[in-house]
């Protein structure tokens, strides 16, 4: 896993796609318990090097009710992202996670973290890639739904503060979706 993690660390496969340059974002373990499977690393994490280290990772950890030890402590929780770098900035937000990374490195990756007990898809990219056609015609029916995925995948919208709307619309995600994502990480964890 150490090799694995510092080949993908020297990875510049889409550099000349990337405003910021490559700076791969991901860690976990052989003993990783929860895998975590989010979209890229925004302009803040592209900086501290530090994954969900954000408004969006605050929101992910409330969520888990899970704190920063156990959140950032390999053995526990694996992080990784659709793409790995910071993908630079849209018309209406950051681009879409690049696409060489998934292909490239997640089997790789979710084959070492044979321990995990328990994966979270966060927010359509992650979700449209590993539910491929068992995906609802829209995040809000696929969280509806989290329990079709379930024990393989839990899903959940992305965590950003832009996304606050979508929960005040959709109250039933705090209180059905969170209760139960809180009980199966103590379950894990």
């Given at each position: 896993?150490?090799?694995l993690?510092?080949e993908?660390s020297k990875?510049?496969?889409c ?5 910021l ?10 003993e990783s318990k ?13 900086r ?5 280290d954000?408004?969006?990772?605050e929101?992910?950890r ?15 929780v694996?992080?990784?992202?659709m ?6 900035k ?6 879409p996670p690049?696409k060489?990374?998934a292909?490239?490195w ?5 084959q070492k973290?044979?321990e ?21 015609r ?8 989290f329990?079709d995925?379930?024990?393989n995948?839990?899903?959940l919208p992305?965590?950003?503060p832009?996304?606050?709307i ?5 109250e039933w995600f ?5 209760p139960?994502?809180?009980k199966r990480i103590?379950?894990?964890?």
């Amino acid at each position: 896993m150490k090799q694995l993690l510092s080949e993908i660390s020297k990875c510049t496969i889409c550099a000349e796609h990337l405003d910021l340059g490559p700076r791969p974002i991901v860690s976990g373990s052989t003993e990783s318990k929860v895998i975590i499977i989010g979209q890229a690393p925004g302009t803040v994490v592209h900086r501290t090097g530090v994954p969900w280290d954000d408004k969006s990772g605050e929101n992910l950890r409330t969520w888990m009710d899970m704190d920063n030890d156990t959140f950032y402590d390999p053995k526990k929780v694996g992080l990784v992202p659709m793409g790995f770098c910071y993908p630079g900035k849209g018309k209406t937000g950051d681009l879409p996670p690049r696409k060489e990374c998934a292909p490239l490195w997640h089997h790789q990756l979710l084959q070492k973290m044979n321990e995990a007990k328990l994966t979270i898809l966060v927010g359509k990219y992650a979700q449209d890639y590993y539910l491929k056609e068992q995906s609802k015609r829209t995040l809000t029916d696929t969280v509806r739904n989290f329990k079709d995925y379930l024990p393989n995948y839990f899903v959940l919208p992305h965590p950003s503060p832009r996304n606050n709307i979508w929960q005040a619309k959709n109250e039933w995600f705090k209180a059905e979706v969170l209760p139960e994502l809180k009980k199966r990480i103590k379950e894990v964890v």
